[in-house]
Structures are given as structure tokens and as C-alpha cells.
């Protein structure tokens, strides 16, 4: 287990609707503008709190593992603070992890030493480093928003009879190009394929199953495939919330140090109080050209 050891809010215009194009037949508006409208469908702007199962299968089945996931997210002015506790199935103790994101600093992640016992922090964390020993990046996950993806091109493509909006990504770390295929209706990604600086397809990203969430579509089940070493990681999200009021003790390093202490739930759910009154308010679908 020790191994294992965003997001810009959309601008106005696009909360309200879709970028401009998504109905009219158009070409479609920039990578820019899409990029935004998924942080915007995901809801990324907002408090969220989820219970997920991940499962990683690596080539060769010792290598195999699994763990169960809790995430807290909230943003206090503009400092967006992500708690995410990994507890790897059969074992008894928990990894815990604060990701602190502020506008013109680094990426900072506090993490608690199991062997230490104490928080170390890691300043400069890079949102394509991976994400606690699997094939996700942090910006795979939304857990920091995949930023230079903003800057490329964008098409609308068909597929199995539908039309869809696809964006290529510039150049940026080991990429030649990342491309994601966004449904225009929902503003969610279907897919996202990733291609190394030799044109070499190295990964894909599928978000297979979408479940209404407060009414809006959100997706719960998102699969990672390595094509060339194989091996796949599978995210399954249950019990999301959004728009929860989530006090600020639960974000609160000192806090977490003394519920791990104890021997407690470093992360347990937080108390049933009313939701905030901003719940999230995502424009309905616009129709497909």
C-alpha cells in the first residue's frame, strides 16, 4: 500500500449554453471554449463528495490490485482543496492525500507517511504524474484540469450514426496530440485517445457508463487501456454529491492527523447539512447539428 502513495470555472456564456456551433451546423467552436464546457458538465466549480472503486489489472496477475476511494473536493475562494483517502483492499490501513490547487502556484499534494507518520508535502506536482501507481494521470481525472489540452483544434466527427465534437491537443509533455471526443448534447467526453511523440497511439480513455446525478448526467464508470504494454484501469463512482456542504474541518490537516492518530475514519462522510445553495446548474442539453 505505500506505493500508492481544477479547474478554471466556465466562463459565463458558456454555462448557459453550449459553445457556439453545437446547433447550427457550424463549425465548431475552439478546443478552448470545449475544454470549458466539460469542466462546466462536469462541474468541477462545485463541492463534491464520492465514494468510487478502482481496479487496476496489469499485465501478469501478481502485479493485480484494487482499493476503494473517498474524495472530498471543495474551493475556497480561489484555492481548490481535493482530499482523497485510498484504502487498497485487505488491508487495514488508509493512504491519505491533500491536493491544494492556487491560482499562479505550483500544485502542492500533502500526503501522510505511513512509515513516518507524519504529512509530507510534494510541491510542483505535475498534472500529468500518476495517479496513486495506476494508468490515470491527474489530469486524466479531472483531479486538475488537463490545461494545454485548451490549446488545439476541433471537428466534428460521426460515429455509429451520431455526431460528436472531437479536439486535438498541441503538443505538450510526452504527447504529440490528445484527442477527445465530447457528446455536444451532454458536454461530457466519451473518449480520449493519447498519442506519443512518435504518432504512436500509448493510451486510451472510455467513459462507459453515465448516470444522472441531481438530475444530470455525470459519468461513474471510466476505463484506461495501455495499448502497448496492455493493462487497464477501471474507476467506478458511487454515492456522488454535489452542491454538499462540507465543513471546513474535513480539509484540515491537523484534523485528519488526529482521526489517524486515533485509530478513526481519516475521512468519514460528512454530516447531513443542508446543501449549499449554489447546487450546481448546468445548461440542458443543446440539440446536435
Known sequence: ???????????????????????????PAGADAWVSRIAD????????????????????????????????????????RTVIELREK????????????????????WYWDLQKRRWVSVRGVLATDAFADTLFRYEDLWLVEPTPRRKGRSAWVEHGGRRFVEIESEPYHYYQRVVTRIDPESGLPTSVRFIDTTGTPIREQRYEQVTLVDGLPFPTVVRLRDLVA????????????????????????????????????????PPDLPDLADRPRVAPPAAAP
Open 90 to 109: 485487505g488491508d487495514t490501513r488508509s493512504i491519505v492525500n491533500e491536493l491544494i490547487e492556487k491560482p499562479g502556484e505550483p500544485l502542492t499534494s
Open 230 to 269: 496492455g493493462g487497464e484501469t477501471t474507476v467506478t463512482y458511487g454515492d456522488v454529491r454535489f452542491g454538499r456542504r462540507i465543513p471546513p474541518s474535513f480539509f484540515d490537516l491537523s484534523v485528519i492527523d488526529d482521526r489517524i492518530r486515533r485509530g478513526v475514519d481519516p475521512v468519514p462522510d
Open 1 to 27: 500500500m505505500r506505493r500508492r502513495c481544477a479547474a478554471l470555472v466556465a466562463a459565463a456564456a458558456l454555462a448557459c449554453a453550449a459553445p457556439a456551433g453545437a446547433s447550427d451546423g457550424a463549425a
Open 41 to 80: 458538465s462536469l462541474r468541477i466549480a462545485h463541492t463534491m463528495s464520492a465514494h468510487a472503486h478502482v481496479d487496476v489489472d496489469n499485465p501478469g496477475r501478481n502485479q493485480d490490485f484494487a482499493f476503494d476511494m473517498h474524495m472530498l473536493r471543495d474551493r475556497e475562494g480561489g484555492t481548490l
